[in-house]
T-cell receptor
Framework: RKEVEQDPGPFNVPEGATVAFNCTYS??????FFWYRQDCRKEPKLLMS???SGNEDGRFTAQLNRASQYISLLIRDSKLSDSATYLC???????????????FGTGTKLQVIP | NAGVTQTPKFRILKIGQSMTLQCTQD?????MYWYRQDPGMGLKLIYY???????DKGEVPNGYNVSRSTTEDFPLRLELAAPSQTSVYFC??????????????FGPGTRLTVT
């Protein structure tokens, strides 16, 4: 089982639609969770951290379910500019010592259509 | 505040040549990372560092070396370049502490072609 799994998509949605991405992780000791956005041929950029109580930033809502080991990202009222690949990221203790291991999912591609 | 900067932006190498990819951050982050991303694929961790003088291997370290003599700089060295090292290389940094821990900030990347 992969450490972090995402549906690769692509998700093709019309403007104004609501779209949800899910991500599952295998390490139950994971401590920090993030969503990143990556535009074509650009570097990943932090979209939002995911907190245990869930958090919202404008049209974006992130939720964490520790019991089921999954994270979700909801985008409401999709815009053309939301078209990108969304990366799920999980951080936790590494196996060999106290360092913090960060694992990226392979990403879910979103295409918002006019 | 420039964040994470990388040089060069583009480079073409011949097989067997060597080069160093430069990465600098001005956010006083203790963690730094090197990733590679092949076309249409996810990020793969090459090396990381938890502080000056401390580095460790990631998922795909073969063919690369790193050093971290200062908090700011984390160069990646390619020895004897091979076509399999054609990729986009991203450097990133993060802070480990109570607030905003492990949020990674990326440089713009170096596009490397080995022919």
């Amino acid at each position: 089982r992969k450490e972090v799994e995402q549906d690769p998509g692509p998700f093709n949605v019309p403007e104004g639609a609501t779209v949800a991405f899910n991500c599952t992780y295998s390490n139950s000791a994971s401590q920090s969770f993030f969503w990143y956005r990556q535009d074509c041929r650009k570097e990943p950029k932090l979209l939002m951290s995911v907190y245990s109580s869930g958090n919202e930033d404008g049209r974006f809502t992130a939720q964490l379910n520790r019991a089921s080991q999954y994270i979700s990202l909801l985008i409401r009222d999709s815009k053309l500019s939301d078209s990108a690949t969304y990366l799920c990221v999980v951080s936790g203790r590494g196996n060999s010592g106290g360092y913090q291991k960060v694992t990226f999912g392979t990403g879910t591609k979103l295409q918002v259509i006019p | 505040n420039a964040g994470v900067t990388q040089t060069p932006k583009f480079r073409i190498l011949k097989i067997g040549q060597s080069m160093t990819l430069q990465c600098t951050q001005d956010m006083n982050h203790n963690y730094m990372y090197w990733y590679r991303q092949d076309p249409g694929m996810g990020l793969k961790l090459i090396y990381y560092s938890v502080g000056a003088g401390i580095t460790d291997k990631g998922e795909v370290p073969n063919g690369y070396n790193v050093s971290r003599s200062t908090t700011e700089d984390f160069p990646l060295r390619l020895e004897l370049a091979a076509p399999s090292q054609t990729s986009v290389y991203f450097c990133a940094s993060s802070y480990s502490g109570q607030i905003r821990s492990y949020e990674q900030y990326f440089g713009p990347g170096t596009r490397l072609t080995v022919t």
